[in-house]
């Protein structure tokens, strides 16, 4: 009897948990579908651009290729029909070589930006694939977690890859969240439902780890917190009734 009573809350409170969402669940979803097609868009100019570089550098070697055979023969012996187009095919394979080459040292520090900037995204959509793996009095720290990752975006792009602010976000976000969470998953069902000890390391865990992504939220946007205040004041300065002139 115990065991369908379990059953039929487990029921219910997955229910409840996929048809009621927060708002924060749904600005994360929302935001989902934002970042996903940007991505998309991104990701074929990425592959445009490359292609473009690929088909350069194959072009500049061909020429290159040519134009010493063509030096050569003129300058030094015409070359006979069998070696003119043994050099013919040594100059295709040199080209389809860089044709397949890949990019240079710039775009993969390129990579690093955009892999900071896509990581409040990939946490999110990992987040809320595994809260419904979590207890429902986890929600609210979830959600909080939630508004913290939406807020770092479009801010964490900007930050320099190789900061310290950057691998503390590295670690907090791409590390200590999911390790926390795929720890408790982990756990045998049966431990989780009947040794209430874990569930309450898990809202501790996550609480702190929340407080931290609050505060880190803070620090990636502490230039647009700044400049909001420093124009606020202005306006107090400006236009407040009781330093107007007369």
Partial sequence: MLFDLNSAWQRAEDFLRRQMKSKAVREAEKRQIEWKSREKKLSWERQTREAGKRLGRATAVAGVSGAGIAGYTIAVAPLAPPLLLAAGAAALVAATAALAWPAGQEDEAAFSREELAALPFKAEEWLLKKRLELPLSASPILDR??????????????????????????????????????????????????????????????????????????????????????????????????????
């Fill in 145 to 246: 977690i939630f508004v913290a990752l939406g807020d770092m975006y479009p801010h964490l792009g900007t930050i320099e890859p190789n900061s310290t602010l950057a691998w503390e976000a590295r670690r907090l976000i791409g590390n200590h969240l999911p390790r926390l969470i795929e720890a408790y998953s982990e756990l045998p069902a049966s431990a989780r439902e009947t040794e209430p000890e874990f569930q309450q390391r898990l809202l501790q865990g996550l609480g702190i780890v929340a407080d931290e992504m609050v505060r880190l939220a803070k620090e990636v946007c502490r230039e647009s917190l700044t400049s909001f205040e420093t124009h606020g004041r202005f306006i107090e300065t400006r236009y407040r009734d009781d330093i107007r002139p007369r």
